[in-house]
């Protein structure tokens, strides 16, 4: 396990960039992002450790980055004081581009995979937006009306982005579709609804809507979305058939789920990260093409070497499956191996 001390600043955010397997950047925000500034961080992993080949600071706390799939030197990030700011890592101190039409704290950013050329964000002022590196304005805005946490577009089709909110709600949009009233919203289901009764099962109790935190989709399984958040649980959908409810349900966490991400080379496993301060890895359980059964997930092993909130995590794309990399309010960025903590 290597290790990286990001002093003064609590860690928000940490990504693997998507053409070297030995560089990071992590978001990061002084006084645990209450107030202060932020600081993006490109870190480089050496055989001498993890080593900091720069950084940038800026006027508000940052929250989220994504880094371009078109650029290899290129990072977005998400701002406290409603700005999306876009680095270039071969320039020193400034941004190469700034947008601000955001009205509160911008939480998430996540670049087109399919499309590559744009980008979302959502902010607690109860909207997604969706930039191009190339305009100094916003392409297309899409309200949902509550603080939304989370927006991802979809790694399967570069028309398609979801997002969760503080009501609870997962929303699919589809930017083929008429902007019309829906403002190309498709689809709309809350996260807490129970499974439908299943074969062999008793139907269960509802439980009350708490905010949602964090999604991410399914690499190989284009119709899957897992979703957690302040209720502890991490559920997992399959948005053909949204009123099935979750196909499947995984506890275990004590406290709120901060980050979730599906792995990149298997099909049934994801990592999440929470406010218990530990990473924890999971499997939904055996695919069976049948929505009428709950699948049967299960935790696989969690690391627990983190003294705070756990608040980023990712895969690495490259080399031998299992790398990840997480950060959090200890000042800590990690680099670990997920089968290192795997149980049987």
Same mark, same amino acid.
């Given at each position: 396990?290597?290790?990286?001390?990001?002093?003064? #600043? /609590?860690?928000?955010?940490?990504?693997?960039?998507?053409? #070297?397997?030995? %560089? &990071?950047?992590?978001?990061?925000?002084?006084?645990?992002?209450? @107030?202060?500034?932020?600081?993006?961080?490109?870190?480089?992993?050496?055989?001498?450790?993890?080593?900091?080949?720069?950084?940038?600071?800026? !006027?508000?706390?940052?929250? +989220?980055?994504?880094?371009?799939?078109?650029?290899?030197? !290129? @990072?977005?990030?998400?701002?406290?004081?409603?700005?999306?700011?876009?680095?270039?890592?071969?320039?020193?101190?400034?941004?190469? !581009?700034?947008?601000?039409?955001?009205?509160? *704290?911008?939480?998430?950013?996540?670049?087109?995979?399919?499309?590559?050329?744009?980008?979302?964000?959502?902010?607690?002022?109860? =909207?997604?937006?969706?930039?191009?590196?190339?305009?100094?304005?916003?392409?297309?805005?899409?309200?949902?009306?509550?603080?939304?946490?989370?927006?991802?577009?979809?790694?399967? /089709?570069?028309?398609?982005?979801?997002?969760?909110?503080?009501?609870?709600?997962?929303?699919? #949009? +589809?930017?083929?579709?008429?902007?019309?009233?829906?403002?190309?919203?498709?689809?709309?289901?809350?996260?807490?609804?129970?499974?439908?009764?299943?074969?062999?099962?008793?139907? !269960?109790?509802?439980?009350?809507?708490?905010?949602?935190?964090?999604?991410?989709?399914?690499?190989?399984?284009?119709?899957?979305?897992?979703?957690?958040?302040?209720?502890?649980?991490?559920?997992? #959908?399959?948005? %053909?058939?949204?009123?099935?409810?979750?196909?499947?349900?995984?506890?275990?966490?004590?406290?709120?789920?901060?980050? &979730?991400?599906?792995?990149?080379?298997?099909?049934?496993?994801?990592?999440?990260?929470?406010?218990? $301060?530990?990473? %924890?890895?999971?499997?939904?359980?055996?695919? *069976?093409?049948?929505?009428?059964?709950?699948?049967?997930?299960?935790?696989?092993?969690? $690391? *627990?070497?983190?003294?705070?909130?756990?608040?980023?995590?990712?895969? =690495?794309?490259?080399?031998?499956?299992?790398?990840?990399?997480?950060?959090?309010?200890?000042? %800590?960025?990690?680099?670990?191996?997920?089968?290192?903590?795997?149980?049987?």
């Amino acid at each position: 396990m290597l290790e990286f001390r990001t002093q003064g #600043f /609590n860690g928000y955010a940490v990504k693997y960039s998507p053409f #070297f397997d030995s %560089r &990071l950047a992590v978001a990061s925000a002084a006084n645990f992002g209450l @107030v202060g500034n932020g600081r993006l961080y490109i870190l480089g992993l050496t055989p001498q450790g993890i080593v900091a080949e720069k950084w940038f600071d800026t !006027q508000d706390s940052l929250y +989220d980055l994504s880094w371009s799939e078109i650029h290899e030197n !290129q @990072v977005v990030v998400a701002a406290g004081d409603g700005s999306i700011k876009l680095f270039d890592i071969a320039l020193d101190e400034f941004p190469v !581009q700034s947008w601000h039409e955001h009205k509160r *704290e911008v939480f998430a950013v996540s670049w087109n995979l399919v499309g590559k050329d744009t980008f979302c964000s959502s902010s607690w002022d109860g =909207c997604i937006k969706i930039w191009s590196p190339q305009r100094t304005d916003s392409l297309v805005t899409l309200p949902t009306h509550s603080c939304t946490y989370s927006a991802a577009y979809s790694p399967h /089709n570069s028309s398609i982005l979801s997002s969760v909110s503080s009501d609870s709600y997962l929303r699919i #949009f +589809d930017l083929r579709s008429p902007a019309s009233a829906s403002n190309h919203l498709t689809l709309s289901f809350p996260i807490h609804t129970p499974p439908k009764a299943r074969i062999g099962l008793a139907p !269960q109790a509802g439980v009350p809507p708490t905010e949602a935190l964090t999604h991410d989709w399914n690499k190989y399984r284009d119709t899957i979305v897992a979703v957690a958040g302040v209720d502890r649980l991490i559920r997992t #959908f399959d948005i %053909r058939a949204p009123d099935q409810g979750p196909i499947a349900i995984l506890p275990g966490h004590d406290y709120a789920v901060r980050r &979730l991400t599906w792995s990149p080379h298997l099909s049934d496993v994801l990592l999440s990260a929470s406010y218990d $301060m530990t990473c %924890r890895v999971w499997s939904d359980g055996p695919r *069976e093409d049948n929505v009428m059964t709950l699948a049967e997930g299960r935790e696989l092993g969690r $690391m *627990e070497r983190h003294t705070e909130f756990v608040t980023g995590i990712d895969w =690495c794309l490259f080399g031998a499956e299992g790398w990840c990399a997480s950060c959090g309010w200890d000042e %800590r960025v990690l680099v670990w191996d997920v089968r290192a903590i795997m149980g049987p």
